[in-house]
């Protein structure tokens, strides 16, 4: 996601920060480009981390097929956004079987309906750093959503281009 505010990136790595203080090892990577009002800030938080010895890496904006490889080489994803106007990566995330820790408002909310995601109150780093962990941790939890997110099914372009002629012959 792009380092921006609404993303959600300092409390992203508040969380994780969290974790790794805790002991659990596991490696953060971030996907995205920085905007020039915004992206300075969590590279800072970022650069400090790094220093710290913490696992995390940010890949800054990669090509379709790193986007791929990047969600075939996770085990989850984490989409703390605060507000978004559709939530694709949280859609990209199930489409690769991978499940996502997301919040519940808006767009958001309507992309984690039908499975696959553990749905957490993003403004606050404890409750993201609890679906972080469950993920991470609780094999059961993270079956069940393994398991949600391979099997849901998503409309192709086709499906809503026959979608829109219907509508369109029905007039």
């Given at each position: 996601?792009?380092?921006?505010?609404?993303?959600?990136?300092?409390?992203?790595?508040?969380?994780?920060?969290?974790?790794?203080?805790?002991?659990?090892?596991?490696?953060?990577?971030?996907?995205?480009?920085?905007?020039?009002?915004?992206?300075?800030?969590?590279?800072?938080?970022?650069?400090?981390?790094?220093?710290?010895?913490?696992?995390?890496?940010?890949?800054?904006?990669?090509?379709?097929?790193?986007?791929?490889?990047?969600?075939?080489?996770?085990?989850?994803?984490?989409?703390?956004?605060?507000?978004?106007?559709?939530?694709?990566?949280?859609?990209?995330?199930?489409?690769?079987?991978?499940?996502?820790?997301?919040?519940?408002?808006?767009?958001?909310?309507?992309?984690?309906?039908g499975g696959g995601c553990l749905t957490i109150a993003c403004a606050e780093a404890a409750s993201l750093a609890s679906g972080m962990r469950a993920?991470?941790?609780?094999?059961?939890?993270?079956?069940?959503?393994?398991?949600?997110?391979?099997?849901?099914?998503?409309?192709?372009?086709?499906?809503?281009?026959?979608?829109?002629?219907?509508?369109?012959?029905?007039?």
């Amino acid at each position: 996601a792009t380092l921006e505010r609404r993303k959600n990136h300092l409390v992203l790595l508040d969380a994780a920060e969290k974790l790794w203080g805790a002991g659990l090892d596991f490696e953060l990577v971030l996907v995205g480009r920085t905007t020039a009002d915004w992206g300075a800030t969590v590279l800072v938080e970022v650069d400090r981390l790094v220093k710290r010895g913490r696992p995390l890496k940010w890949l800054r904006h990669v090509s379709d097929q790193g986007l791929h490889q990047a969600y075939r080489d996770c085990s989850f994803t984490v989409y703390p956004s605060m507000r978004e106007g559709f939530g694709l990566p949280i859609l990209e995330s199930l489409w690769h079987g991978r499940p996502c820790v997301c919040g519940t408002e808006g767009a958001i909310g309507e992309a984690a309906r039908g499975g696959g995601c553990l749905t957490i109150a993003c403004a606050e780093a404890a409750s993201l750093a609890s679906g972080m962990r469950a993920s991470l941790t609780d094999m059961t939890v993270y079956h069940r959503l393994f398991t949600e997110a391979r099997d849901r099914t998503f409309r192709s372009w086709d499906d809503y281009l026959y979608e829109l002629f219907h509508e369109i012959d029905a007039t």
